[in-house]
């Protein structure tokens, strides 16, 4: 892939139709129950904006609130 229209291209083919973001939104689940990462919901938000993943996952945490 290069660049952000064959991103958004191979998206839409992979993830199109009706069930497409459901199915992107259990993907994102996955990686989601790594260590660390249950904020993450980057490939729902990148395919079909942000209005779209809100329902599956959580938002990403506030990182004014984290801590080193």
């Known amino acids: 892939m290069r660049g ?3 991103a958004r291209r191979i998206c ?5 139709g ?3 973001p ?3 939104a259990e993907h994102d689940s996955m990686i989601a129950r790594l260590p660390g990462l249950g904020w ?3 490939a729902s938000r990148y395919c079909f904006g942000a209005s779209t993943a ?3 996952l959580p938002s990403a945490p506030d ?3 984290l801590t080193a």
């Open 22 to 24: 459901r199915r992107l």
């Open 40 to 42: 993450f919901d980057m």
């Open 12 to 16: 839409g083919y992979l993830f199109g």
């Open 63 to 65: 990182s004014s609130k």
């Open 54 to 56: 809100g329902p599956f």
């Open 18 to 20: 009706e069930q497409g």
């Open 4 to 6: 952000d229209a064959d």
